[in-house]
Each structure stands twice: as C-alpha cells, then as structure tokens.
Nanobody, 122 residues
C-alpha cells in the first residue's frame, strides 16, 4: 500500500514563499519519479515539477521555472516543493504524485496524494 501525504499549504501574499512537503510511505521502492501537480478552480490538473529519485534530475513547467524548486530527502522518503515569488495565478490545489521508471517525469503518474491548498493573495 502506498500513501502520499502533502503538507505545508496555506495563504500567502503575492511575492511570498511557501514550502510544501510530501511524505511517502509503503512500497516506496517502486518509485522512480515523484512530482507535483496543481489544479486551479475550473481548470485541468497540470504538471508543475518532478524529480528522479536518487538521481536528482529535475523537470519544471515553464510557468514555475526559476521560482519553484523540487528536492528530495531520501532518508525521510520526503519530497519538497519550495515556492518563491508566488503569484495569484499559482493559487491551486497542489498534489504530490509518484510513479515507477517508465515514460517521462512529466506524466503517467499512478500514485497520488490528497492535495494541499495554496492561495496567493494579490
């Protein structure tokens, strides 16, 4: 059984920072990629960033490149999303996801967390 639990969401002013955490448990040895997706009200879920575990290759959506940073702590089975220079358009529910090592790091995720809400006020 795999479980992904996000934390760290909240309300922040534009230009501020926030760090999200995703703690993984269960059969984490099956993971090759872990990533973050987001879904704004009325919009489809979109890719934000991903990391190849233990290797450290990272992937970012153009909309967050230079502002967001994904990192991992293998000892804690945790992935972090450091978000800086936040904009109102970053407001969304943020979801942690994980997948085995097939395909790309930008899609095809099969394990999902419940999400954490991020609201950026102008």
């Amino acid at each position: 059984q795999v479980q992904l639990v996000e934390s760290g969401g909240g309300l922040v002013q534009a230009g501020g920072s926030l760090r999200l955490s995703c703690a993984a448990s269960g059969r984490t040895s099956a993971f090759y990629y872990m990533g973050w997706f987001r879904q704004a009200p009325g919009k489809e879920r979109e890719f934000v960033t991903a990391i190849s575990l233990g290797i450290g290759s990272t992937y970012y959506a153009d909309s967050v490149k230079g502002r967001f940073t994904i990192s991992e702590d293998n000892a804690k089975n945790t992935v972090y999303l450091q978000m800086s220079s936040l904009k109102p358009e970053d407001t969304a529910d943020y979801y942690c996801a994980a997948k085995p090592g097939y395909g790309t790091g930008r899609a095809g995720y099969i394990y999902w967390g419940q999400g954490t809400q991020v609201t950026v006020s102008s």
